[in-house]
């Protein structure tokens, strides 16, 4: 319970630094974890920089999970994936791999 509202205290700065500073129109956030959408990777990167630059000044920093995915790529959000199914992190690797293996194997 006290997670839950640290995160709703810790992050609303980011909140707004996002949607405000950033201008970037489609973001969503639950507890700790957050996806921005835009149109431009090269602009997501800067939004990156400027975001792990906005948390250290609370002492906070980006785990090694963050990615610049397109959102036609199987990325995982809450324990969902793009479709809205429950999926592992295993599970995708694990398709990714078969998916590797078929495609060389015809070759």
């Avoid at 792990?52 to 790529?73: A, H, P, S, V, Y």
């Amino acid at each position: 319970m006290t997670s839950q509202v640290l995160a709703i205290f810790y992050l609303n700065d980011m909140d707004h630094f996002i949607k405000e500073e950033l201008k970037i129109k489609y973001y969503v956030r639950y507890q700790d974890d957050f996806l921005l959408f835009h149109q431009s990777k090269s602009y997501l990167k800067y939004c990156l920089e400027q975001l792990k630059i906005f948390l250290e000044k609370d002492g906070l920093k980006l785990n090694r999970k963050t990615r610049i995915f397109k959102n036609t790529n199987n990325f995982i959000f809450v324990g969902r994936n793009s479709r809205g199914r429950y999926a592992k992190y295993r599970t995708v690797n694990r398709r990714l791999k078969k998916k590797r293996y078929l495609y060389y194997s015809r070759y």
